[in-house]
């Protein structure tokens, strides 16, 4: 829904957390998305690191590091 | 091998009941528990022809993987359990979700399952698209895994 691909390529400054790709994706959201009923991803989405495990706002990202973005969940 | 958990490609293959019951079969247990769970025809008063599953796949193999061996180390560490949940689309009636347990005695058995299925909708990183039957289709609100003390 944020991109015609699998990956959403994000540029931040060195030394960003998960709070700060959050507003950066808050941003790409009110800029682009807001249509698609998106405007509450940045808040209730979480985000997943590379070994597919939940990480925290103060998480701080690496160089080129991949992050999942999992919206709210409802299977079962 | 007493675990067996998978997403099941729908437009390929079933989910089949008779394969899990196969699977948790064995002489040492005395209580076999299965959960079907299927797509229904109506959800919050609007008529529902189908339900499309989407999911993290390798995330969500990890996640079945974690909740059955909490499960066993809680209630019974020699049950056998079988877990596949469906993806993609599902028309209504057709099975999205089916947990199996062989255990010794009934009562681990339906507290196996059911607590399965409860961290699944906790936990698994799966989302639903419910298809109405006016040609509407709707992604469904679901649970934050985002931690609580973060959400203001």
């Known amino acids: 829904m944020l991109s015609d691909k699998e990956i959403l390529h994000i540029e931040l400054p060195n030394n960003s957390n998960i709070e700060k790709l959050r507003r950066a994706l808050n941003k790409i959201i009110s800029e682009k998305y807001l249509k698609n009923n998106l405007q509450n991803l940045s808040k209730t989405a979480a985000f997943f690191s590379e070994a597919d495990e939940v990480i925290t706002d103060n998480y701080k990202l690496k160089d080129k590091e991949l992050i999942s973005i999992i919206p709210p969940i409802g299977g079962g | ?152």
């Open chain 2, 1 to 152: 091998m007493t675990l067996h958990t998978a997403l099941v490609k729908i437009e390929e293959e079933k989910i089949s009941s008779e394969k899990a019951k196969k699977f948790i079969l064995s002489e040492k247990n005395g209580a076999e528990s299965i959960f079907v769970g299927r797509v229904r025809n109506a959800n919050s008063g609007r008529k529902v022809t189908a339900v499309t599953y989407d999911a993290h796949d390798q995330a969500v193999i990890k996640s079945f993987q974690s909740i059955c061996s909490d499960a066993k180390s809680k209630f019974d560490k020699d049950a056998n359990i079988f877990l596949e949940h469906a993806k993609g689309h599902v028309p209504v009636g057709e099975i999205s979700i089916l947990i199996a347990v062989g255990s010794r005695h009934r009562e681990e058995a339906f507290k196996i399952c059911r607590y399965i299925l409860e961290e699944i909708k906790h936990q698994t990183p799966i989302w639903k698209k419910e298809h109405y039957v006016e040609g509407k289709e709707e992604w469904l609100p679901g649970h934050s895994l985002r931690p609580k003390e973060e959400i203001k």
